[in-house]
T-cell receptor, first 112, second 110 residues
Framework: ETGVTQTPRHLVMGMTNKKSLKCEQH?????MYWYKQSAKKPLELMFV???????ENNSVPSRFSPECPNSSHLFLHLHTLQPEDSALYLC???????????FGSGTRLTVV | GQQLNQSPQSMFIQEGEDVSMNCTSS?????WLWYKQDPGEGPVLLIA?????ELTSNGRLTAQFGITRKDSFLNISASIPSDVGIYFC??????????FGGGTRLMVKP
C-alpha cells in the first residue's frame, strides 16, 4: 500500500466511451498530479492541483478533463479518446512545493 | 524548459555485478531524487539528495549530488534479480515541480 490508491488498475474503453479514473490519498498532502507514461517515453506531466486549484495544464487535449473535489481526491474524466492515448496513467501527491512525490500504482488504459 | 538526460537508457545486468547510471541537466537543481518503478507499479522514491557533493546510501544503493548541481549518479552494488525495473532521476527547485529523466531500464542477462 503506497498511500496513493488508483482505480481501476486496468481499463479498456472504446473511442466513443466516457470513463473516469480515480485517485485517492490520505497522506495529508495538498498537491496532486496526473502523469501519462507511454512505452519508451519519459513521464509526461498532464495536470497539477495545488490546494484544489489547477495550477498546471500541460497542453493536454480537452478529451482529458481533471477534477479535484477536495485535497484527498483527484479524477481524470475521459471522453472520445484515441488509440494513441493508451498508456499508464499515474497519479501522485505531495506537500505543496515539496519534492517527495508519492505515486499510485497507475491505471493501465487501452483505447480500442 | 529544463531537461534531464539520463544514461544509459537500458542495460543488462548479471547477478552480482555493480551497476552505475547517471543524470545530467542543462540547469542547476537544489534537490536530486532517484525513483525505481517495478513492472506494473508506480515509481517509488529510493534516495533524496539535498546538498551539492552529498553522498547518500540506502542499502546497496549509493547516490551522489554533483558538485556543479547539474548532475547526479546512482550506483547499485552486487545486483540481485529484484533490482530489475526502471530507475528515474528527478530534479527539483523549491516550490517548483519535479523534472524527470527519461529512465534507465535495468534487465537481467539471459
Amino acid at each position: 500500500e503506497t498511500g496513493v490508491t488508483q482505480t481501476p488498475r486496468h481499463l479498456v474503453m472504446g473511442m466513443t466511451n466516457k470513463k473516469s479514473l480515480k485517485c485517492e490519498q490520505h497522506l495529508g498532502h495538498n498537491a496532486m498530479y496526473w502523469y501519462k507514461q507511454s512505452a519508451k517515453k519519459p513521464l509526461e506531466l498532464m495536470f497539477v492541483y495545488s490546494l484544489e486549484e489547477r495550477v498546471e495544464n500541460n497542453s493536454v487535449p480537452s478529451r482529458f478533463s481533471p477534477e479535484c473535489p477536495n485535497s484527498s481526491h483527484l479524477f481524470l474524466h475521459l471522453h472520445t479518446l484515441q488509440p494513441e492515448d493508451s498508456a499508464l496513467y499515474l497519479c501522485a501527491s505531495s506537500h505543496r512545493g515539496g519534492y517527495g512525490y508519492t505515486f499510485g500504482s497507475g491505471t493501465r488504459l487501452t483505447v480500442v | 524548459g529544463q531537461q534531464l538526460n539520463q544514461s544509459p537508457q537500458s542495460m543488462f545486468i548479471q547477478e552480482g555485478e555493480d551497476v552505475s547510471m547517471n543524470c545530467t541537466s542543462s540547469s542547476i537543481f537544489n534537490t536530486w531524487l532517484w525513483y525505481k518503478q517495478d513492472p506494473g507499479e508506480g515509481p517509488v522514491l529510493l534516495i533524496a539528495l539535498y546538498k551539492a557533493g552529498e553522498l547518500t546510501s540506502n542499502g546497496r544503493l549509493t547516490a551522489q549530488f554533483g558538485i556543479t548541481r547539474k548532475d547526479s549518479f546512482l550506483n547499485i552494488s552486487a545486483s540481485i534479480p529484484s533490482d530489475v525495473g526502471i530507475y528515474f532521476c528527478a530534479g527539483n527547485n523549491a516550490g517548483n515541480m519535479l523534472t524527470f529523466g527519461g529512465g534507465t531500464r535495468l534487465m537481467v542477462k539471459p
